[in-house]
């Protein structure tokens, strides 16, 4: 199982020698999140300071951005990377599609599908005789001077991943891009019941091996030294449940365990700003459910014990009341490798 780290400077100034890091520490890739921060410039500083793990955004909002622009900066950075760079994107939720980015909300997992093709035809043409002629409900492409072409790339094009919470996106995965990205509000069991089972019928849809489609990331994961140090980092996860579990796009996985109503009461708790309050509807059966706890020299087989042979790769950045050892890091990334 591969094992990607996600990177947390803040600063730009300290991706390179952080991704660096990650790379001596045996990842085998890092990614960047569109949260405070924009996805794609870290990984340009991450591309100059590594050598062979993969760079990934986990994941980019795709509609503030055209698909243009997108296969710009995809092309750059897997040329900059000489072939290591993952686009990994997202739909985001309706309010701040609308309301954080000005941008029209419709139908979201048609158009991601519609946003995938034309980034792949878009790369086709730069690759081919420099024709354009995408023609979708909600993208049209036909359009491309020889001055802003970049030509063919000595790369394949990038893989393309997208961030999948319910069925209909995860069909999308299953129809079109290369891998799901799942988000941290996740489950063994959902994704046996839901995700899985929806990337198969996607895939058989348009006759492709479901295999194609890789499933990356494994919700939760508290770790540390002694049974005292993982009790001392359930506060902060009940509170990071609580809060994606407040949102009703995230329903599904909820009503896969039966904490619908949970969820509508964090949902209103929400609109009252009592965002303080609301970790404590974080029971420990929701935190058992969402959350995979262990001891370092445990969280490894815990881990593969409920996702094993579920997932093609682990999202793991171990967050911990004091730095985790790098030998003992080591060992457990080893550990991810060998078994998955």
Partial sequence: MRVQYHLASKNLSGVAAEASWAESMGYDGVSASETSHDPFLPLALA???????????????????????VAHTARDLQDLSRGRFRLGLGTQVKGHIERRFSTKWESPGPKLREYVESLRQIWDCWNGDGSLDYQGKFYQFSLMSPFFNPGPSAFPDPAIYNGAVNAYNSRVAGEVTDGLMLHSLTSDKYVREVIKPNVIKGAERVGRDPSQAKICGGGFIITGPNRSSIRDMEAEVRRRISFYASTRTYFPALE???????????????????????????????????????????????????????????SFSPHTVEPIEEPQLKKIIRRFQEVG
Wanted: net charge negative; aromatic share 8%.
């Fill in 47 to 69: 591309a100059t300071a590594t050598s062979h793990i993969s760079l990934e955004t986990r994941v980019a909002i795709a509609f503030p951005r055209s698909p243009m622009v």
């Fill in 256 to 314: 896969c365990h039966g904490f619908t109503e949970v969820g509508q009461r964090l949902h209103e708790m929400s609109l009252n700003g009592r965002w303080a309050e609301m970790a404590e509807l974080v029971s420990d059966e929701m935190l058992d459910a969402f959350c995979v706890r262990g001891e370092y020299d445990e969280i490894a087989d815990k881990f593969l014990e409920r996702y094993g042979g579920l997932l093609d790769e682990v």
